[in-house]
């Protein structure tokens, strides 16, 4: 069984690692300086980016795991737990990573951008996996970093140590565009099984019993986190999952509208709308007629 740790402060982190707490919202971590240790489960109260240098040990993330090989950064942020498992002989952790308290951020320009980092949400095995240069350049900022935390704390501290972390994540966020693109038949074959299961949902009795289908609960089913699945799907079509639902969901009502004889109320629960007027309002923002405008107009 793996100890567990809880890491709500940097310093806890710090002296797990071996290292001195140079300012106490943020540090940038080397694990070569860390002492030898086993698989642990850990517990965050801070922001945790981690570069993996190599294999260590697989590291589970909720009902995840992922073998890390060289060059992937993985991103925790509060209240999330990660677990190194397979690892009972002791181990030198290899890597690089970077912590840092939400503290730190309160005030400035990044604390509302944190948000708008979806990777913060995504499953380990959503990894973002880097080339050389990409690597490169984020040991450069981590250098930047780990200079300002060299420096004696003055008004100029947090600004500087904030800014240069919203750097590095612009770039994590710019990296990730590439990975999208990069792999694109993946992707291609992720769109195909969303479609496949958009159909399985409505031909199944589904919408009558849990509603309409949500970005959350197909991306589960195609195994992947809800912010990974919905950032996948707007690279690939320029639309937002909730928005290719809806256009799938208008789709299929088309096809109920013109084959069968029931009436718009009874076709907007069999879509699983709880409230018909819901369903017609949908429908009216997407195609610019009711449904009942839309038969009728298709009936002569």
Do not use: W
């Amino acid at each position: 069984m793996s100890n567990k740790f809880i890491f709500d402060t940097v310093h806890e982190y710090n002296i797990f690692n071996n290292h001195d707490t140079l300012h106490p919202l943020v540090t940038v971590i080397d694990f070569s300086k860390a002492h030898k240790r086993t698989g642990s489960k850990m517990t965050f109260g801070l922001f945790y980016i981690f570069l993996k240098d190599v294999h260590c040990g697989d590291l589970k993330y909720g009902c995840n795991t992922y073998d890390y090989e060289e060059g992937t950064l993985v991103f925790v942020s509060p209240g999330q737990v990660i677990d190194v498992e397979n690892k009972v002989d002791l181990y030198q952790p290899i890597g690089h990573g970077l912590a840092f308290h939400p503290d730190l951020i309160k005030g400035t320009p990044l604390n509302n951008l944190m948000e708008d980092y979806h990777f913060f949400k995504y499953n380990t095995n959503e990894a973002l996996h880097l080339s050389k240069e990409e690597r490169n350049i984020i040991m450069d900022c981590f250098k930047k970093i780990q200079f300002e935390l060299n420096h004696t704390i003055d008004k100029h501290s947090k600004k500087l140590i904030a800014s240069n972390i919203e750097l590095f994540l612009n770039y994590c966020e710019r990296f990730y565009d590439r990975q999208f693109i990069t792999r694109e038949s993946a992707n291609k074959g992720i769109l195909e099984n969303f479609e496949e299961e958009l159909n399985g949902y409505f031909a199944s009795d589904k919408p009558a019993t849990l509603g309409l289908p949500s970005v959350s609960n197909m991306a589960e089913s195609l195994n992947l986190s809800a912010n990974y699945f919905g950032d996948l799907i707007k690279k690939e079509t320029g639309k937002t999952a909730q928005e290719y639902i809806q256009l799938k969901t208008i789709d299929i009502a088309k096809s109920k509208i013109f084959e069968t004889q029931k009436n718009i109320n009874e076709i907007a629960y069999e879509l699983g709308f709880k409230y018909p007027q819901h369903f017609s309002r949908l429908f009216k923002n997407k195609e610019g007629i009711t449904p009942m405008e839309f038969r009728n107009l298709n009936s002569n």
